[in-house]
């Protein structure tokens, strides 16, 4: 049998970026609780379309937790009390009947608010292009097999490369730092032979970036971690230091 | 090497290495006041040890060199402090989550370095008042002239130890310090992991091992100045 819960919710609304922010509440009674927690606000948007008001603003895409693109605080955390999922992934059986939920946008000054509960992710493209290209050989294909990589090795850049740069790092720290982010993508290829050419240009200039687009410095206080949707370790800050100092340090 | 200093994780080593600076100066500070309650353990009267210490602190010309080195440290790590919590809150942006934040499993530690670290610089003006601007001679007090055991000689000098004991009779004074030692204690169960986790020198395989040193180091440090400041209140 379906059950269903009716709730309250208080949601960030924001016209534009330079316009002030406010919080609106809406009623919504007879939500599924199998429901999908996007699912849940496309329910609201209905109510306020036929209510001739705006619909709330929110970024979604893929819906199954692999695009990186929903975000969300809700609750006092990002993509919501669930662990390791993204907002998409959050199922409305995670709430109670009658509960007040609360929806804000992330929270950092490199991330502006477009409207509402979108903001202005174009800061994580940034990094990522400073990182540059990967340099391949030309020529036939080379054997698969031709460069040998410990398990241990290929498993953490995967586990790395799994970071989907949602923002709720960024998000969740109290630094607004990007760090687990950049360390993730610095990762994922200092970690695997093909990525060690450009190793040293790519840390230096990604943090060069990171810095220059006004995230925080890290602390090392670990509540990115606990809300990456992807489990990206903090051991990766760690090693993003070791690249980035030892590029340094050869300079 | 250039613009090391420009870079966030370059600002970052500095609050590292003058930490972990700091954190060797803490052990030799709590070995020295050991000697507070060991004269009976080695067969000393009282004071004699921590007075010999005192005396080598300070006429060895090593101390003499590291003493501006130590100032430097603690200036930096207060400098830098301000400066990156400055830039975090900047990056943070005004505007704050109304729905707080619930995120569990974070050590209370590492979010409140920079209170902790106010608890221990307020601490550390007092200390300083009570101890080293007398033993240095800076403000007047009645030093009695005491002889001790020294390097295998006797040696003259001032009665360090009585100067301590007074002040330790003082009960607000034996809080102050018991406050300062568990404001260190936490500064330090975050501080000394998130240091080395700074340097590199981190992985999951070490991460789990640094907090436990961490929380070592933090209770050893913490713990043994509190304990000695209490134990001359209460038996000496």
Same mark, same amino acid.
């Given at each position: 049998?379906?059950?269903?819960?009716?709730?309250?919710?208080?949601?960030?609304?924001?016209?534009?970026?330079?316009?002030?922010?406010?919080?609106?509440?809406?009623?919504?009674?007879?939500?599924?609780?199998?429901?999908?927690?996007?699912?849940?606000?496309?329910?609201?948007?209905?109510?306020?379309?036929?209510?001739?008001?705006?619909?709330?603003?929110?970024?979604?895409?893929?819906?199954?937790?692999?695009?990186?693109?929903?975000?969300?605080?809700?609750?006092?955390?990002?993509?919501?009390?669930?662990?390791?999922?993204?907002?998409?992934?959050?199922?409305?059986?995670?709430?109670?009947?009658?509960?007040?939920?609360?929806?804000?946008?992330?929270?950092?000054?490199?991330?502006?608010?477009?409207?509402?509960?979108?903001?202005?992710?174009?800061?994580?493209?940034?990094?990522?292009?400073?990182?540059?290209?990967?340099?391949?050989?030309?020529?036939?294909?080379?054997?698969?097999?031709?460069?040998?990589?410990?398990?241990?090795?290929?498993?953490?850049?995967?586990?790395?490369?799994?970071?989907?740069?949602?923002?709720?790092?960024?998000?969740?720290?109290?630094?607004?730092?990007?760090?687990?982010?950049?360390?993730?993508?610095?990762?994922?290829?200092?970690?695997?032979?093909?990525?060690?050419?450009?190793?040293?240009?790519?840390?230096?200039?990604?943090?060069?970036?990171?810095?220059?687009?006004?995230?925080?410095?890290?602390?090392?206080?670990?509540?990115?971690?606990?809300?990456?949707?992807?489990?990206?370790?903090?051991?990766?800050?760690?090693?993003?230091?070791?690249?980035?100092?030892?590029?340094?340090?050869?300079? | 090497?250039?613009?090391?200093?420009?870079?966030?994780?370059?600002?970052?080593?500095? !609050?590292? $290495?003058? &930490?972990?600076?700091?954190?060797? =100066? *803490?052990? #030799? +500070?709590?070995?020295?006041?050991?000697?507070?309650?060991?004269?009976?353990?080695?067969?000393?009267?009282?004071?004699?040890?921590?007075?010999?210490?005192?005396?080598?602190?300070?006429?060895?010309?090593?101390?003499?060199?590291?003493?501006?080195?130590?100032?430097?440290?603690?200036?930096?790590?207060?400098?830098?402090?301000?400066?990156?919590?400055?830039?975090?809150?900047?990056?943070?942006?005004?505007?704050?989550?109304?729905?707080?934040?619930?995120?569990?499993?974070?050590?209370?530690?590492?979010?409140? !370095?920079? $209170?902790? &670290?106010?608890?221990?610089?307020? =601490? *550390?003006? #007092? +200390?300083?008042?009570?101890?080293?601007?007398?033993?240095?001679?800076?403000?007047?007090?009645?030093?009695?002239?005491?002889?001790?055991?020294?390097?295998?000689?006797?040696?003259?000098?001032?009665?360090?130890?009585?100067?301590?004991?007074?002040?330790?009779?003082?009960?607000?004074?034996?809080?102050?310090?018991?406050?300062?030692?568990?404001?260190?204690?936490?500064?330090?169960?975050?501080?000394?992991?998130?240091?080395?986790?700074?340097?590199?020198?981190?992985?999951?395989?070490?991460?789990?091992?640094?907090?436990?040193?961490?929380?070592?180091?933090?209770?050893?440090?913490?713990?043994?100045?509190?304990?000695?400041?209490?134990?001359?209140?209460?038996?000496?």
């Amino acid at each position: 049998m379906e059950n269903t819960i009716n709730i309250t919710l208080k949601v960030w609304r924001q016209n534009g970026p330079k316009e002030k922010g406010r919080f609106e509440t809406y009623k919504l009674a007879n939500v599924s609780t199998d429901s999908s927690f996007l699912e849940m606000l496309d329910m609201i948007n209905e109510q306020l379309v036929n209510e001739n008001k705006e619909p709330v603003a929110f970024d979604h895409d893929c819906r199954e937790g692999i695009c990186g693109m929903c975000s969300l605080y809700i609750n006092g955390r990002p993509h919501g009390p669930d662990d390791d999922v993204t907002t998409c992934q959050l199922h409305m059986r995670k709430f109670k009947d009658g509960q007040t939920i609360t929806i804000e946008p992330w929270r950092s000054a490199a991330f502006p608010v477009i409207k509402d509960l979108i903001v202005d992710r174009r800061a994580f493209d940034k990094i990522i292009a400073a990182g540059g290209y990967v340099s391949v050989n030309t020529g036939g294909v080379p054997d698969a097999n031709a460069i040998a990589i410990p398990k241990v090795d290929a498993d953490e850049a995967m586990d790395s490369a799994s970071c989907i740069g949602c923002g709720a790092c960024v998000a969740a720290c109290k630094n607004g730092s990007a760090m687990l982010f950049v360390s993730a993508k610095v990762s994922h290829l200092a970690l695997l032979p093909q990525g060690r050419v450009e190793g040293a240009r790519r840390a230096k200039a990604m943090v060069a970036k990171m810095d220059e687009l006004g995230f925080g410095n890290c602390t090392n206080t670990g509540a990115c971690e606990v809300e990456c949707p992807k489990n990206i370790s903090l051991s990766n800050i760690a090693r993003l230091n070791r690249e980035f100092l030892s590029a340094k340090l050869q300079d | 090497m250039s613009n090391l200093l420009t870079a966030s994780i370059g600002r970052k080593l500095l !609050m590292s $290495v003058s &930490g972990l600076f700091l954190i060797l =100066f *803490l052990f #030799v +500070h709590l070995f020295l006041n050991s000697f507070l309650l060991l004269d009976g353990v080695f067969g000393f009267e009282r004071g004699q040890m921590f007075n010999a210490g005192v005396h080598f602190m300070g006429t060895n010309p090593l101390i003499k060199i590291i003493e501006p080195v130590l100032a430097l440290g603690f200036i930096l790590h207060i400098v830098y402090s301000l400066i990156l919590t400055l830039q975090n809150m900047k990056a943070r942006g005004p505007q704050a989550y109304a729905s707080g934040k619930k995120t569990s499993g974070v050590e209370f530690a590492s979010q409140n !370095m920079l $209170v902790l &670290g106010i608890v221990i610089a307020s =601490f *550390l003006a #007092v +200390h300083i008042i009570n101890f080293y601007m007398k033993m240095k001679g800076f403000i007047a007090w009645e030093a009695g002239e005491v002889e001790f055991p020294f390097l295998g000689n006797m040696a003259k000098g001032e009665d360090a130890y009585s100067l301590v004991n007074a002040t330790f009779k003082i009960l607000p004074i034996v809080i102050l310090y018991v406050v300062g030692s568990v404001a260190l204690a936490f500064h330090l169960s975050h501080g000394f992991w998130s240091g080395f986790q700074t340097i590199g020198w981190n992985n999951t395989k070490w991460m789990p091992r640094l907090k436990c040193i961490s929380n070592i180091v933090a209770i050893v440090l913490g713990g043994g100045f509190a304990v000695i400041a209490l134990a001359q209140y209460l038996f000496f």
